[in-house]
């Protein structure tokens, strides 16, 4: 018995062995990457549902190696997340995200929204703010155009000190989405408190869109609240037409998904953006 206990005890300190290893294979592979200009940055179009024209794009980091594999950011965010790169990776994604922007406005593609994701960790470092002046300003990109996309769950933690720092961003003049919404437990009361101007409702929730008639209820309501509280309302994920209409119906005004477009390169949104302009 003793050596089984002695041998189950090796087995379970060698997978997580092999599992921490991996992370930190991957941590210096990344890093590697980034210094190497492995890493890019895609924009996938947001859309005026009742016009069909965009509004403006999100940015998406992207990585490929150098075998040409993708690898989700899903799995190497955390890694970012998790070693601290992240702060000059979403830095220099921000950077990067305002020059095109910059450059989107300068081919003719005025009153064109720029969203940005920001990790939490990258939201609590102490010069966060001081980050996003500095890009705003090297960039030169208008602030009014700018919004960053915090996750609902990001929201959840630390109330007061959130309520702060989201004051202290809309003095810059950048706006303030909830991503993935409908997914955490935001209650009304606590919205009304933070300065944000934009809801986006989760993927998982377009798609029970057009299952059964419950399906939408979670769309409906984050609708609905976006009515209340005067904010806009994004749904993410749209990837059939069925429901867009069925959003649209719902008084949804915002939608990006494949029905609309992928997230595609710098140079092939402009030129999205102009055949479009010249429909
Ligand atoms: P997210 O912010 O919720 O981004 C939306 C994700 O949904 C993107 O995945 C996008 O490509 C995908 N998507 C868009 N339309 C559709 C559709 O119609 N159907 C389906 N099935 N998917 C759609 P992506 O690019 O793989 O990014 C995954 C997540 O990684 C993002 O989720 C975000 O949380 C994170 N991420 C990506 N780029 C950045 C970044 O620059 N900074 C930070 N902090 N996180 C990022
Ligand atoms: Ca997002
Ligand atoms: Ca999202
Ligand atoms: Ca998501």
């Known amino acids: 018995a003793k050596s089984q206990q002695r041998a189950g005890h090796f087995y ?20 590697t ?8 940055v895609v924009y996938q179009p947001q859309i005026d549902l009742a ?25 190497f965010i955390p890694i970012a997340e998790y070693s601290g790169l992240i702060i000059d990776l979403g830095e220099w994604v921000m950077r990067t995200a305002c020059r095109e922007l910059v450059d989107l406005r300068k081919a003719g593609h005025q009153n064109f929204m720029m969203s940005i994701n920001v990790s939490q960790v990258q939201f609590r ?15 030169g990109a208008p602030p009014e155009f ?15 000190l959130l309520i702060k720092m989201l004051a202290q961003i809309k003095q810059t003049g950048v706006s303030i989405a909830i991503d993935d919404f409908g997914t955490g437990f935001s209650s009304l009361s606590y919205l009304q408190r933070l300065q944000i101007d934009r809801l986006k409702i989760d993927r998982a929730f377009v798609t029970e869109i057009t299952g059964s008639a419950r399906g939408s209820s979670i769309a409906e309501m984050v609708i609905q609240l976006g009515r209340n509280l005067g ?44 055949n479009d302009a010249l429909e």
Not at 51 to 75: C, H, Y
Not at 146 to 160: F, G, H, K, N
Not at 235 to 257: K, Y
């Open 231 to 274: 904010l806009a309302v994004i749904a993410e994920g749209v990837e059939d037409e069925r429901q867009a209409q069925i959003l649209q119906a719902l008084g949804c005004p915002l939608a990006q998904g494949f029905l609309f477009a992928r997230p595609m390169t710098a140079t092939a949104l402009n030129g999205w953006l102009s």
């Open 33 to 40: 990457a980034f210094g190497q200009n492995q890493l890019f």
């Open 51 to 75: 016009t069909r024209r965009p509004v403006g794009a999100e940015a998406l980091l992207r990585w490929q190696t150098p075998d040409g594999k993708f690898i989700s950011p899903d799995r």
């Open 146 to 160: 700018v919004e960053l996309e915090i996750t609902e769950s990001m929201a959840m933690e630390e109330p007061d």
């Open 125 to 139: 470092h102490p010069h966060f703010l001081e980050m996003l002046r500095k890009a705003l300003e090297d960039t």
């Open 12 to 31: 379970f300190s060698r997978s997580m062995g092999v599992e921490i290893r991996e992370r930190v294979r991957m941590m210096h592979a990344l890093r």
